[in-house]
């Protein structure tokens, strides 16, 4: 996740009166950064019920006295009053919302849906897949100096393929293969796709041994979490036959 989808919260979260403050309290109606990749917030709805939620895409929250409650992923919850703790607000642990533990295009859109439903904020931000494909573009960067694999499409480059955002090329599913440079053979395929009229990208892999064996996966990507856990299952299915181990190599050196 990049930092603009921080600062894009930011900016929704400025227009709805809920400004900045440089520590985090569940007391008032107020957002902190607490990182490039961590945002929090707590705001009172029109209802007179108060929200606090997280979205983080560290490996734990920087908020040490709260890595327990919020950790990694995309977390809401409602908040109650209490005289137990010194601010008076906890937060109801038996009806937090858990959207992902990997904020997404799609985690980050079920948050949006919540606040259209329960509040009267304007509507959230949308975020377009070029959120993360700069990742993707760094790995198959990665890819072509590499001695065992190549990178072909029907573009002259790997920045005009992720360039090109046209619906045409999302309806005709154009690609870009990763392919072993000795036998041709295609390894990962990244192939654009319209899903629920998303522009996404699909992470194709179908690879059959001599032997038959076959290794496959066709799934959605809109988070650089879940490509590098696609690419790492990858990787090791590879290096489980001889054929195929250098390039196993090759790619986890791109990671």
């Known amino acids: 996740m990049k930092f603009s989808v921080i600062e894009k919260i930011a900016e929704w979260l400025e227009t709805n ?38 979205v983080n895409a560290g490996d734990k929250s920087k908020s040490s006295n709260v890595t327990t409650i919020y ?27 858990y959207f992902s533990d990997s904020p997404s295009k799609s985690s980050l859109e079920q948050l949006g849906q919540w606040f259209a439903k329960n509040t009267q904020f304007t509507p959230f931000p949308k975020f377009k897949i070029s959120d993360f494909e700069d990742d993707l573009k760094d790995f198959i960067y ?12 029907n ?32 390894i ?20 059959e041994t001599k032997d038959k064996d076959r290794f496959m996966i066709k799934t959605t990507i809109d988070s650089k979490e879940k490509f590098i856990s696609l690419l790492e299952s990858t990787i090791n299915s ?13 790619l986890e050196n791109c990671l």
């Open 142 to 153: 990665k890819v072509e100096e590499t001695n065992t694999l190549k990178v072909q499409s």
């Open 17 to 54: 009166g809920i400004h900045s403050r440089h520590e985090s309290t569940i007391d008032t109606d107020t957002y902190s950064i607490f990182s490039e990749t961590e945002l929090g917030a707590c705001f009172t709805n029109y209802n007179g019920k108060r929200y606090n939620f997280r």
């Open 188 to 207: 990962i395929k990244l192939e654009k796709q319209y899903i629920n009229d998303e522009k996404s990208f699909k992470f194709i892999v179908d690879i």
């Open 71 to 97: 950790g990694k992923g995309v977390k809401l919850f409602e908040l109650y009053e209490t005289d137990e703790i010194e601010c008076g607000w906890d937060r109801n642990m038996e009806t937090a919302l």
């Open 155 to 186: 573009y002259d480059s790997v920045d005009s393929f992720f360039a090109d955002k046209s619906e045409s090329s999302y309806s005709n599913n154009e690609s870009i293969v990763i392919l072993a440079v000795d036998t041709k053979l295609p």
């Open 238 to 250: 590879l290096k489980e036959f001889e054929l195929f181990y250098k390039y196993a190599e090759d």
